[in-house]
């Protein structure tokens, strides 16, 4: 009975697991968007290819070898060497050899084939890099979305409540006759548009957590639950910077940059290829041959396979060859402008991606800069709403203040609570944007 309910369990434990919730840090959820991803499994086979092509470029130094072999059946008229007459006769023949060749000079082809093979893998593994920070960057982004959602939540779930309190209040004030109807129709109103934020604070957050199961890709997680230090606990320690440095550290350090760099050189060397092509190529040769003939005879005495094949009918080839183009009906010089052209446009994309890059941090800077100056702002705003919803509470207690001025201070209370609350996540977040501008986002993210 025990090993039938032990072999049950083992049966369902992937239908347990299959839908599950999972309570990731930020660093977890990164690592699973990383192991995941298609593109990461993608580019990481192209790197493979990249490899190969290196590979190959280094072999084509190497001579080639070849061996071959043949046998043949003859059958009619043949002329018969000892007596000088022709015959109908059946021969059997074998032939056999080895070959080697090696290029000597191809206009230093083969080197410029080298460097454009290991540019070309460089510049894979440096798009590989870009990729992977590019999916970090966007499963953080993700990640505290969800932060800021629950938190937004929060913020609402409490806005509620308290309005429910309220209503309850009104309620028993105006069955006694110490408020008008109004109020009560007021509160009504205020607890209904409280309950409808609520719903697109829940909707907000359902749809933030399906973004991030998204980027992770893993079909057993169908929910999750963020570990994330509160608000009060993060460190907001604004910094000075230095825009022109933070432009030439991105120069320096993103890998998308330098990859472009790499195609350049890649390009720089088909073009050299293409030149090469104008240069005459010089190929040197050696070889052995050897054959049978069941025909062969020494001396009016047949010889045997052994004598004839490995002695008597062995042959060795030394040799070289130059091949000089001189018409190749403008094949050649169409090349050359090909090549010339892929490099111009590769330097082109080279200034555009500087252009961006100088872009992208200018913007991040200012972004950067206004939200630090918005973390003062938002917590005195949200120091002076919270004193300022107490005291229309107090004024409303002692009927010196309508429902309506009670209600207008508790909207701007929590307006202030989510400006304060979206400052906070905002700054995290815009630390982190730099850091992935300037190239210098990891996986090891720490708050």
């Known amino acids: 009975m025990q090993k039938i309910l032990l072999t049950s369990l083992l049966f369902l434990l992937p239908f347990l697991t299959f839908g599950q919730e999972r309570s990731l840090t930020l660093q977890e959820a990164i690592d699973i968007a990383l192991e995941n991803n298609y593109q990461i499994k993608q580019a990481e086979n192209n790197r493979g290819l990249a490899d190969t092509r290196v590979r190959s470029a280094q072999a084509d130094f190497l001579p080639n070898l070849n061996a071959s072999f043949s046998g043949s059946r003859n059958v009619g008229r043949q002329f018969i060497q000892e007596d000088l007459s022709f015959d109908d006769r059946t021969t059997y023949g074998l032939n056999g050899g080895i070959s080697s060749s090696i290029t000597v000079f191809n206009g230093f082809s083969n080197i410029a084939n080298l460097r454009r093979a290991s540019a070309d893998r460089s510049s894979d593994e440096l798009s590989l890099e870009r990729l992977r920070e590019n999916i970090m960057f966007d499963t953080a982004s993700r990640y505290l979305q969800v932060v800021l959602n629950i938190e937004l939540l929060k913020i609402s779930e409490s806005s509620l409540e308290a309005s429910q309190s309220q209503l309850e209040q009104v309620r028993a004030q105006v069955e006694v006759g110490s408020r008008p109807t109004v109020d009560l129709y007021n509160q009504e109103a205020s607890v209904a548009n409280d309950e409808l934020a609520l719903i697109q604070r829940e909707n907000a957050l359902a749809v933030s957590k399906a973004q991030l199961i998204r980027i992770m890709q893993d079909e057993r997680i169908t929910e999750v639950e963020t570990i994330m230090p509160s608000a009060d606990e993060l460190a907001l320690m604004p910094v000075d910077l230095n825009l022109h440095e933070l432009i030439q550290t991105a120069l320096d350090t993103r890998s998308d940059f330098q990859a472009q760099e790499y195609v350049i050189e890649s390009n720089r060397q088909s073009q050299r290829i293409a030149r090469a092509q104008y240069l005459p190529t010089i190929t040197a040769s050696a070889g052995v041959n050897a054959q049978y003939s069941d025909q062969f005879t020494f001396l009016g005495e047949s010889v045997s396979f052994g004598d004839q094949f490995f002695d008597q009918n062995v042959r060795r080839n030394l040799g070289f060859s130059v091949s000089i183009p001189i018409f190749t009906r403008w094949n050649n010089r169409t090349t050359v402008e090909n090549a010339q052209v892929q490099l111009k446009n590769s330097q082109l994309q080279l200034d555009n991606v500087r252009f961006q890059i100088s872009e992208e941090i200018r913007q991040a800077y200012n972004d950067y800069i206004s939200i630090a100056k918005e973390l003062e702002s938002t917590e005195k705003a949200l120091i002076a709403a919270e004193r300022a919803f107490e005291t229309e509470q107090q004024r409303y207690e002692v ?49």
């Open 399 to 447: 009927g010196s203040s309508t429902l309506i001025e009670l209600n207008l201070s508790n909207a701007a209370y929590v307006q202030a609570q989510s400006n304060r609350i979206q400052a906070v996540y905002n700054f995290v977040f815009q630390e982190k944007l730099l850091d992935y501008f300037i190239g210098q986002f990891d996986g090891e993210i720490q708050f």
